[in-house]
């Protein structure tokens, strides 16, 4: 809103230039006649104060607009690194075999951070990827089954955090999300030799 209102003002600066700058060459050219290069000393003056105008304008935008895409910037990157945290912590646990407390307690926080930074979409998924990985962890360890049941719910939740960080660029690239899905799918079952 700060911005707006700068951007405002710097127009209704220009424009009182503008129209004063006119008003003032008007009179100017009547009264100045007998002077040498009046006329054209005041035009100088005049389209300096609006070039200036105009310049601080534009920049105030650029500034702006290059603010609001470094805030994006840093936003996909803490995305990402929620994301690449909460897969480490899964193949972490499924390499282990077992189920620890402090496994848990990781999965928790991140659960908390993907709160924060995930899209309706990813939360979805990962609710119905807490269901699985509760369901098979019951017993404090991950079976050879259970660890392909957690692999093909966890590409499923890697399809929608691709849509998440990517999904714009997909669709860029004429490539459909269920194409995309299906094939992450199929590299999860084929990954643990489950068809």
């Known amino acids: ?17 503008v ?4 008003a003032y060459m008007r ?3 009547k009264v100045a006649d007998a002077w040498p290069f ?10 300096t104060v609006v070039t200036m105008l105009i310049t601080a ?6 500034t702006a607009v290059e603010i609001d895409k470094e805030q994006s910037i840093k936003f996909i990157e803490l995305k990402t690194r929620t994301y690449e945290e909460l897969i480490n912590g899964i193949e972490q646990i499924v390499l282990a075999r077992e189920v620890t407390d402090e496994d848990l307690i990781r999965l928790q ?11 309706p979409p990813v939360l979805e998924e990962y609710q119905a990827f807490l269901r699985v990985f509760n369901r098979t962890a019951v017993d404090r360890s991950v079976s050879a089954a259970e660890s392909g049941q ?5 590409a499923r939740l890697t399809v929608r955090i691709r849509a998440d960080l990517i999904g714009e660029l997909d669709r860029e690239g004429h490539f ?20």
């Not at 809103?1 to 230039?17: D, G, H, K, S």
């Not at 129209?19 to 006119?22: D, S």
């Not at 459909?176 to 068809?195: D, H, L, P, W, Y």
């Open 109 to 119: 926080f991140t659960t908390h951070r993907l709160a924060i930074f995930a899209s």
């Open 19 to 22: 129209v004063g700058g006119y």
């Open 38 to 47: 009046t006329q054209e000393i005041l035009l100088i003056i005049l389209g």
């Open 176 to 195: 459909s999300e269920k194409i995309i899905a299906e094939q992450i799918v199929e590299n999860a079952s084929e990954s643990t030799g489950v068809v």
């Open 1 to 17: 809103m700060n911005r707006l209102r700068e951007n405002v003002v710097l127009l209704a600066l220009t424009a009182v230039v």
């Open 57 to 62: 304008l534009l920049l105030n935008k650029q």
């Open 150 to 154: 957690l692999s093909e719910a966890l």
């Open 27 to 29: 009179y100017a050219y």
